[in-house]
C-alpha cells in the first residue's frame, strides 16, 4: 500500500489547538507518517484507548488496547515511542491519556492526528468485528468541552421549522430546506466541496462536522443514505435537541453567523 501525500491538517491542527492548553509536552503524529513508520517496523507503540468493547469492534491494524482509565497504572517500556489513537470528539481521551503518561516520566508520547476516523478515511488497514467506518455519536457535554477548548467545529441543525423554533444548539447554523432530504443535501454540498484553496479553506476541513437531527429521524440510517463518502469526520448529537436542552451545564450561548453556512430564514417545511 503506497503512502499518499501528507494533508495539510495534522500541521495546521496545531496552530488552531495550542499545546499550552493541556500542559502537556506531547505532539500530534499525521496517519501518513505513522502509517510509514509501522511498515518501516520502527517499533512504536500504537495505543488504542479506548474501551475493550469499542477495541473489540473496530481498531487499527496493530494495535495494543489500553483503556485511559488503566493506562496510568501500566508500566510501558520508557524511551519507545507511544502513539495514543482513540475517537472521541477532539481526542479527548487520547489527551487525557497522553498527560498520564507523560507525568509516570514517558516523552516520546505522540496523538494519532484526527484519530481513528483519519486513519479510516486514508484506508489504511482496520480490524475486528467492524471495520466500515461509521458515522459516530457526540454528547452534550463533548460539544461543550470541544467550544471551551477551541477544537474546530462546524455544527449544522437540519430539524424542521418547528423544531429549531424549540430552542438553538450552541455556535449551530441553521440549515434552509423543505425536508430533510433537502438539507442534508445542502450539509453535503458545503462539507464536500472540491478544489478549495487557502489557508482559511484548510483550517474548516480539519473540523469535524456534527448535525442536529429532527426528533423522530434515526440519524445513522439517514447519515448512510445522504452523506456517505463526504470527506472530514462527520457525527451527530446523541438523542438530538432534548439531549442538549437538558445538559447540566448550559452557560454556552449560541453565538456569530457563518456567512458560509446556510441562512436561518426558511419557508414552510416537512421533516
Known amino acids: 500500500m503506497g503512502i499518499k501525500h501528507l494533508r495539510i491538517f495534522p500541521a495546521l491542527l496545531l496552530l488552531v489547538v495550542p499545546q499550552a492548553l493541556f500542559a502537556a509536552n506531547w505532539q500530534w503524529m499525521a496517519p501518513q507518517r505513522a502509517f510509514s513508520l509501522i511498515k518501516a517496523g520502527s517499533g512504536l507503540w500504537l495505543v488504542d ?85 461509521i458515522f459516530r455519536s457526540v454528547m452534550p457535554d463533548d460539544i461543550t468541552w470541544a467550544q471551551n477548548n477551541r477544537i474546530p467545529l462546524r455544527i449544522f441543525d437540519v430539524r424542521g421549522e418547528a423544531e429549531q423554533a424549540q430552542g438553538p444548539v450552541s455556535q449551530a447554523q441553521a440549515v434552509e430546506g423543505n425536508n430533510l432530504p433537502e438539507r442534508l443535501e445542502k450539509v453535503k454540498t458545503i462539507i464536500g466541496v472540491a478544489g478549495k484553496k487557502g489557508l482559511a479553506a484548510k483550517l474548516e476541513d480539519s473540523a469535524t462536522t456534527i448535525l442536529i437531527f429532527p426528533t423522530a429521524v434515526d440519524p445513522r440510517p439517514a447519515l448512510e443514505r445522504y452523506l456517505r463518502g463526504v470527506p472530514g469526520d462527520v457525527r451527530f448529537l446523541e438523542g438530538g435537541y432534548a439531549a442538549w436542552a437538558a445538559r447540566p451545564d448550559k452557560s454556552i450561548s449560541a453565538v456569530g453567523a457563518c456567512p458560509t453556512c446556510p441562512g436561518a430564514k426558511r419557508g414552510g417545511e416537512k421533516k
Do not use: M
Open 49 to 133: 484507548v479506548r474501551s475493550e468493547a469499542s477495541f473489540a469492534e473496530s481498531h487499527i491494524e496493530g494495535a495494543v488496547n489500553i483503556p485511559a482509565a488503566l493506562l496510568a497504572t501500566k508500566r510501558l517500556p520508557k524511551g519507545k515511542v507511544i502513539v495514543l489513537e482513540d475517537d472521541s470528539l477532539g481526542q479527548r481521551k487520547g489527551r487525557e491519556a497522553a498527560v498520564a503518561l507523560l507525568k509516570n516520566g514517558h516523552e516520546k508520547v505522540y496523538l494519532l492526528a484526527g484519530g481513528i476516523p483519519a486513519w479510516q478515511e486514508e484506508k489504511y488497514p482496520v480490524a475486528g468485528k467492524g471495520s466500515a467506518p
